[in-house]
Structure formats: structure tokens, C-alpha cells
């Protein structure tokens, strides 16, 4: 079963954007619930976006520097 990853709420309402920074986990790899996935920051913070599920990412789907918004795609899983 696939699952998508998103952008979470960002716990400031003037903040929807954030910036993929640096990613943890690559295509291929096996990751348990909570492990850290994507850094991302935004003009007041740095952050890790975590996996909501363990499984296998099985697709990026954006890049480092890429710009994104709350409830955007970040990944895929397989679950």
C-alpha cells in the first residue's frame, strides 16, 4: 500500500512555506515510524519532517531547495 507523505502544519498560521533543506532518507531505504525523512526550514525555524509510518520510500517526489506548502506531497512509502 502506498502512502503520502506531506508538509505537516507548521504550528505558526503565518507560515505555510517551507524549504526542503537536506534529505535523510533515500529511495530504497527502509525507515521506522518517527525517523526523520526531509530538514526543512522556513524563515523562523529548522525542522525534520518524520515518518508518519514505517515502510520503504519508494519515491522523492521533491528536490533539495525545492519551495513547499503545508499538505504538499513530499514522498511516497510503501507500507
Do not use: H
Request: glycine share 6%.
Amino acid at each position: 500500500m502506498r502512502y503520502e507523505v506531506t508538509l505537516p502544519e507548521l504550528g505558526d498560521d503565518s507560515v505555510d512555506r517551507a524549504t526542503v533543506t537536506l534529505w535523510l532518507a533515500d529511495e530504497g531505504d527502509i525507515v521506522s515510524e518517527n525517523d526523520d525523512l526531509v530538514e526543512m526550514t522556513t524563515d523562523k525555524a529548522a525542522f525534520s519532517v518524520p515518518s508518519p509510518k514505517a515502510g520503504t520510500l519508494v519515491e522523492k517526489l521533491v528536490d533539495e531547495d525545492d519551495e513547499v506548502s503545508v499538505g504538499d506531497v513530499l514522498c511516497i512509502l510503501e507500507i
